[in-house]
């Protein structure tokens, strides 16, 4: 059996592992690496624990700093693991500073890598993940795209013919988990929602933690005062990117219509975009989901990385302001002509066929 290690660093990384890692462990021997990158029980250990991933193997322990400092001893502690565990293949996800120091200390070692969730652009080198997810590309061996549009960028770069469109294991997870959880509320519901009483459709679901929205208070503070509008409440689990910023906004404006909540788990995220109103996010993973759940969203970005959801305004970009994110919010939607670009909840099976035959 050829060993295989999977890199792995930061929420949405876990839970494509997750399905992922069932269907590899069938024809690979897997070692799992976590950089850690996120740390915090509810931004890593509960998604172990929830979707039954097997442990990690490595914890390397890094986590915050600057972009340079993270990824570099990212690359130094991940190349000493590759010397020692002398794997076939390297896995790596996405596109975060986990994904791009396996990359480099897997290519310099000349291990072949498969990278899930390849070819998806911005257009722009200002945005971290745009650089981590060229670098990652062009070292790689195997290329896995959830969709058509990720695939043609790579066709564009002349990457086309190491390239493969498999769909999105984040459709595998959010199909598989919406099943078990049906219509049940999670147990933890209350630890989110305090003593507030909220029906399902009768509220809005808000991420949010990009650089670009947090970095700068004016943008938050714009954003917030768009739920303060809404004619419901909405739920906002704070990534602890910006735990600080929020508490103290909320301490100066006092927000009556914003319920603050601790990153919450998958099981309990995959309710909460299954039953909400609408969507606001500016998260890559949120807005999918979203998509997947035929839920209208309002993504705060400058560019679009999933044009497959923007079918019908089904998915609009905003501008962090205010009046911008009202007005898509109240955009009329149509899911009907939406079709299925996402695959159809087996690419787990997919990249698993793949990588028997080309690695
Ligand atoms: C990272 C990824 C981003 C991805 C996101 C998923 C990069 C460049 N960015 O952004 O692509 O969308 O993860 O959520 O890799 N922190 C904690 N506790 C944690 C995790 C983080 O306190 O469990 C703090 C860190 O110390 C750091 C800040 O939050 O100060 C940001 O974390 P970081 O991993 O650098 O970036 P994310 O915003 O999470
Ligand atoms: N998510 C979660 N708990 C939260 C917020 C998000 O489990 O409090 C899930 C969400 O359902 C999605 C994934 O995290 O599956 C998205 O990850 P994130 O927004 O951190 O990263 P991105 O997708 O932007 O890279």
Redesign the pocket.
Known sequence: MKKVISIVG???QFIKASVVSEELRKEFHEVIVHTG????YN??DIFFDELKIPKPDYNLGI??GS?GK?TGKMLISIEDVLLDEKPDIVVLYG????TMAGALAAVKLHIPTVHIEAGNRFGTLDS??EV?RIVTDHTSRLLLCCTESAKAFLDKEGLGNRSFIVGDPMFDAFKKYSKTIGNTQPEDLFDVYGNEIVLPSEFYYLTC?R?ENTENEESLKEILKAMEALDYKCIYPV???NISRVKSLDSQFNYKNIIFAKPVGYLMSVFLVNNAKKIITD??GLQREAFFAKKQCVTILDFVVWPETMVNSCNQLSKPLKDEIILKLETEVDFSKCGTPFGDGKSAVKIVELMKRYM
């Not at 596109?95 to 986990?98: L, P, Q, V, Y």
Request: charged fraction near 20%; hydrophobic fraction near 10%.
């Open positions: 930061a929420r949405p990158q996120h740390y915090d931004m890593s986590s915050g972009h993270m596109d975060t500073n986990s971290p993940e981590n933690h650089q990534h602890p990117r998260s890559g």
